[in-house]
Nanobody
């Protein structure tokens, strides 16, 4: 069955960097747009970034300049690099199938926790 497994989160000081990974299985990965979304404590899910089958990338305004999404179709992996982390980046990060306007109807992993604190 379809599975998405996120990893790479942790406790990071402000200004630090992380690379989140998402391992996909159970579907034709290279034919699927993929999304990263996040949920801050006490808030709803927020779309962060999407990468499409042609390699096109889109970002939420809050993610532009510090976030980079990428994918490896040979490994069925999608990544999210985050630089210059800020406390407001704290939350659970999820990968999901689908693009900017379809991800919330797709499948989502269990998430990986990112905490930005000194």
């Amino acid at each position: 069955q379809l599975q998405l497994a996120e990893s790479g989160g942790g406790l990071v000081q402000p200004g630090g960097s992380l690379r989140l990974s998402c391992a996909a299985s159970g579907f034709t990965f290279h034919s699927s747009a993929m999304t990263w979304a996040r949920q801050a404590p006490g808030k709803g899910l927020e779309w962060v970034s999407a990468i499409y089958t042609d390699g096109m990338k889109t970002y939420a305004d809050s993610a532009k300049g510090r976030f980079t999404i990428s994918r490896d179709n040979g490994l069925d992996m999608v990544y999210l690099e985050i630089h210059n982390l800020k406390p407001e980046d704290t939350g659970t990060y999820f990968c999901a199938t689908g693009g900017r306007y379809t991800w919330d109807d797709g499948y989502r992993g269990q998430g990986t926790q990112v905490t930005v604190s000194s």
